[in-house]
């Protein structure tokens, strides 16, 4: 009865365990985790300096993204 028991027990803990994996897994591939809003929640307790920087950042990022889409198009054409 007790070894009856510890197999179910163990069984069911296996179980869980692949699940809850499987579920981070697919949490993590979604983007899940992603916490794009960081930077403008904090905006509130920021110095204007910080705030300056941040959006200096968010500049770069967008003229680095659109680069990038240029340079794709350009190796794209025959």
Not at 36 to 50: H, Q, T, V
């Amino acid at each position: 009865m007790i070894n009856d028991t510890l197999f179910m027990m163990l069984m069911v803990g296996l179980i869980v365990s692949f699940a809850v994996l499987g579920m981070f897994i697919w949490g993590a591939k979604k983007g899940m985790f992603d916490d794009s809003e960081k930077m403008m929640g904090g905006l509130l307790f920021d110095s204007e300096d910080d705030l300056n920087d941040a959006r200096r950042k968010e500049e770069k990022k967008k003229e680095m993204n659109s680069s990038v889409k240029k340079e794709q198009k350009k190796s794209e054409l025959p």
